[in-house]
T-cell receptor, first 116, second 115 residues
């Protein structure tokens, strides 16, 4: 079975500091996508960043970057220069491509609090 | 472009009543997903459609739940009869797998409370 594990239920970081959220997954697939979604208190699910497994280069979106280690099946999210608006639940998601079903498998989430 | 639209945003009903949640996907998207989010179970995929056809409904909890997609711009999730354990936030998401690398875009969710 394919699973996604987020081992940090809660984290906190001081404003302007850097924080890394971890995500590991288990799969026998070789072709897949990985995503990080943010869910602020408004509960809207917002895409933060995505990574194709066939790309070795780590994805970056402004202050957000990932450390994708395919062999280790690890996909961590780094948030630089943390801002109060980054306070949210963060979900890691995995989508295998070979099955053709386009289904996401979500982790249980990490609640991040940015402290002033 | 408008995002995924869901209505109502909040619904409070009494046990035994029928509840209908609505979703309008992003124009041009041909895959639509219904999720349920609770504290206990996290995000669960209930059902998803591709080109208006239900592809996988294995996540639908029981016969009280049904979903339809009569056309490319509208879907409903119905619960009949509703029970208190159905209280949750229900999300609709859409994607266009052939163009946007399978990224799902979520609606704002419907918070359902069944008393």
């Amino acid at each position: 079975a394919q699973t996604v594990t987020q081992s940090q239920p809660e984290m906190s970081v001081q404003e302007a500091e850097t924080v890394t959220l971890s995500c590991t997954y288990d799969t026998s697939e070789s072709n897949y996508y990985l995503f990080w979604y943010k869910q602020p208190p408004s509960r809207q699910m917002i895409l933060v960043i995505r990574q194709e497994a066939y790309k070795q280069q780590n994805a970056t979106e402004n202050r957000f970057s990932v450390n994708f280690q395919k062999a280790a099946k690890s996909f961590s999210l780094k948030i630089s220069d943390s801002q109060l608006g980054d306070t949210a639940m963060y979900f890691c998601a995995f989508m295998p491509l070979t099955s053709g079903t386009y289904k996401y498998i979500f982790g249980t989430g990490t609640r991040l609090k940015v402290l002033a | 472009d408008a995002g995924v639209i869901q209505s109502p945003r909040h619904e409070v009903t009494e046990m035994g009543q029928e509840v209908t949640l609505r979703c309008k996907p992003i124009s041009g998207h041909n895959s639509l997903f219904w999720y349920r989010q609770t504290m206990m179970r996290g995000l669960e995929l209930l059902i998803y459609f591709n080109n208006n056809v239900p592809i996988d409904d294995s996540g639908m909890p029981e016969d009280r739940f049904s979903a339809k997609m009569p056309n490319a711009s509208f879907s409903t999730l119905k619960i009949q009869p509703s029970e208190p354990r159905d209280s949750a936030v229900y999300f609709c998401a859409s994607s266009r797998p052939d163009k946007e690398s399978d990224t799902q875009y979520f609606g704002p969710g419907t918070r359902l409370t069944v008393l």
